[in-house]
């Protein structure tokens, strides 16, 4: 009787974990080199793959970055039922999360090339600005409208004030922001 034979291994690198290297290559390779900067093969190089190995994952650079912020900013974390809390905690976690390395260069590169890109934005508005969407009009118990009027307040003060200054907002200048919006929305 013949011992068994020891199963073959797979070859090339184990999938698991690719895509969280890949998140962090392309946010380091950001923050390192701006969003222009950050190019497929620059990023498949620091994560340690082949360009195609990317390319099978993701169809284009936008579609990657647009996975990548979901990664990084995660699920709304809604903790209350107090409107005010829910506004003010929203505020203060895009700010910590846009100040993070690399996520606000991400954030408004995608969003620039979105601007000309008519599937990118489809992908940026379904997939990315959906579920925080919902999630808060659900919480707040308001309309769409009015709920994208948040959002486009105060990402878009956010980002502003990382583009002009290169540092994310203070926490004074953050607790500004929240005082003014909640006079609108609380």
């Given at each position: 009787?013949?011992?068994?034979?020891?199963?073959?291994?797979?070859?090339?690198?184990?999938?698991?974990?690719?895509d969280?290297?890949?998140?962090?290559?392309?946010?380091?390779?950001?923050?390192?080199?701006?969003?222009?900067?950050?190019?497929?093969?620059?990023?498949?190089?620091?994560?340690?793959?082949?360009?195609?190995?990317?390319?099978?994952?993701?169809?284009?650079?936008?579609?990657?970055?647009?996975?990548?912020?979901?990664?990084?900013?995660?699920?709304?974390?809604?903790?209350?039922?107090?409107?005010?809390?829910?506004?003010?905690?929203?505020?203060?976690?895009?700010?910590?999360?846009?100040?993070?390395?690399?996520?606000?260069?991400?954030?408004?590169?995608?969003?620039?090339?979105?601007?000309?890109?008519?599937?990118?934005?489809?992908?940026?508005?379904?997939?990315?600005?959906a579920?925080?969407?919902?999630?808060?009009?659900?919480?707040?118990?308001?309309?769409?409208?009015?709920?994208?009027?948040?959002?486009?307040?105060?990402?878009?003060?956010?980002?502003?004030?990382?583009?002009?200054?290169?540092?994310?907002?203070?926490?004074?200048?953050?607790?500004?922001?929240?005082?003014?919006v909640?006079?609108?929305?609380?």
């Amino acid at each position: 009787m013949r011992p068994p034979t020891p199963s073959a291994k797979p070859l090339g690198r184990p999938r698991i974990g690719i895509d969280a290297a890949v998140f962090a290559a392309t946010l380091n390779t950001v923050h390192q080199l701006g969003y222009a900067g950050a190019t497929m093969d620059r990023i498949a190089a620091a994560a340690g793959v082949a360009k195609t190995t990317i390319y099978r994952r993701w169809e284009s650079k936008g579609a990657l970055i647009v996975d990548c912020l979901l990664d990084a900013f995660g699920p709304l974390p809604i903790d209350s039922d107090d409107r005010v809390e829910i506004l003010t905690s929203t505020i203060r976690w895009i700010a910590a999360k846009i100040g993070e390395p690399g996520v606000a260069a991400a954030f408004a590169g995608v969003f620039v090339d979105g601007v000309s890109d008519r599937g990118l934005r489809e992908v940026l508005s379904t997939r990315f600005q959906a579920p925080y969407l919902r999630t808060l009009q659900e919480a707040l118990n308001e309309p769409e409208s009015r709920v994208l009027l948040f959002i486009d307040t105060v990402v878009g003060t956010l980002l502003h004030r990382m583009g002009m200054t290169g540092a994310p907002m203070t926490d004074a200048d953050t607790t500004a922001l929240t005082e003014m919006v909640l006079r609108h929305f609380g």
